[in-house]
């Protein structure tokens, strides 16, 4: 990412903030600054598409975006749950070298999110033992839910 210092500081505050970047050291964090790029969606546009391969993870930086599924006997996918402002998505097509498992589309105009590529996360999360188990554990986690809720 080329940009200002200041704007520097204020993703790597921002980073500080989300729970699960809350423990890296302070080099890795600037290290995944240096490499973020910056995506806008408006309400209504997908970010991650059920089915599709996906090599990016996201960061929400503003705005809000909801999870939605095809499941078993229904032709609309269904409403899963909304991610706002320091959450995040698409780890599970990363960490399961599978494709994307949900849709993720953005719910309000200007919704911006911080991307991460594939070889930057594992450079984060891969280095990191107790994130990747961390990460890992929710993967399951979600699946066990894609089961129960009957996912295509
Ligand atoms: C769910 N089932 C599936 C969410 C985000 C991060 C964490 C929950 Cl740690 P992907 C689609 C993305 C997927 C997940 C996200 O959608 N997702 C879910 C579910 O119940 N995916 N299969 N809930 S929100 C969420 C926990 O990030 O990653 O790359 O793309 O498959």
Redesign the pocket.
Known sequence: MKSTQATQEEYFSFLRSVS?LRDLPEEKLSKIVDCLEIDYFDKGEYI?R?GEE?NT??IIAKGEVC?T?TTGGCTEPRE??T?GVG????????I?E???????ISTENDTQCLVVDRDNFNQMVGTYEELQAY?KE??E???R??VR?N?Q
């Open positions: 699960l991650i059920e996906g993870f996201f999870v599924q899963i749950k991610l959450d995040y998505f698409g780890e599970k097509a990363l399961s599978d494709v994307r498992s949900a849709n993720i990460l929710y993967v986690k979600l699946s839910c894609d809720r996912a």
